[in-house]
T-cell receptor
Framework: DVKVTQSSRYLVKRTGEKVFLECVQDMDHENMFWYRQDPGLGLRLIYFSYDVKMKEKGDIPEGYSVSREKKERFSLILESASTNQTSMYLC??????????FGPGTRLTVT | SQQGEEDPQALSIQEGENATMNCSYKTSINNLQWYRQNSGRGLVHLIL?????REKHSGRLRVTLDTSKKSSSLLITASRAADTASYFCATEQNTGNQFYFGTGTSLTVIP
């Protein structure tokens, strides 16, 4: 079974802190994705990566950056967390053109 | 926005009844996928239908696709309480590997 793991299920950070969210997949998938999910807005794509060291902006990249140094790991970085980044963050991976496999999510609260 | 839209936003039915959810999208697609999300968890892939297909079945799930109307429907037959979840459609655009998710339908199946 494909497994996508995320470093934390729940995270509480203060405004202005630098936040790292880690995602690891074990199926050698080329593509990896970071989404945020907010009530009434569905899933919105922040960044995706189709290869090591490659990244593409999604719909809402502002305030975020990403890193993909190894194929299995895709990190989302909040350089200076703000309260409007309080959300559920979901990581996914896929081998195109097939379905995405999601991690369990990280619920981030910024106070 | 290139996001899809599900309809209805919320649906409540009795166990044993059928549940139908609809998804509309805006641009040409390679494929359309349906996902399920239990409360507070990641998404799980249910079924994929390609743009040249009109109908697909998987167990109690039936998906249709009408590319002329840019719409899809997901039918869950003989619903069970365990089907209670949110259901999302996701489209893969012709332009690349990016997926666009709808805002979801929240299904409640009453035992």
């Amino acid at each position: 079974d494909v497994k996508v793991t995320q470093s934390s299920r729940y995270l509480v950070k203060r405004t202005g802190e630098k936040v790292f969210l880690e995602c690891v997949q074990d199926m050698d998938h080329e593509n990896m994705f970071w989404y945020r999910q907010d009530p009434g807005l569905g899933l919105r794509l922040i960044y995706f990566s189709y290869d090591v060291k490659m990244k593409e902006k999604g719909d809402i990249p502002e305030g975020y950056s990403v890193s993909r140094e190894k194929k299995e790991r895709f990190s989302l970085i909040l350089e200076s967390a703000s309260t409007n980044q309080t959300s559920m963050y979901l990581c996914a991976s896929s081998h195109p053109p097939f379905e995405q496999y999601f991690g369990p999510g990280t619920r981030l609260t910024v106070t | 926005s290139q996001q899809g839209e599900e309809d209805p936003q919320a649906l409540s039915i009795q166990e044993g009844e059928n549940a139908t959810m609809n998804c509309s999208y805006k641009t040409s697609i390679n494929n359309l996928q349906w996902y399920r999300q239990n409360s507070g968890r990641g998404l799980v892939h249910l079924i994929l239908i390609r743009s040249n297909e009109r109908e697909k079945h998987s167990g109690r799930l039936r998906v249709t696709l009408d590319t002329s109307k840019k719409s899809s429907s997901l039918l869950i037959t003989a619903s069970r309480a365990a089907d209670t979840a949110s259901y999302f459609c996701a489209t893969e655009q012709n332009t690349g590997n990016q997926f666009y998710f709808g805002t979801g339908t929240s299904l409640t199946v009453i035992p």
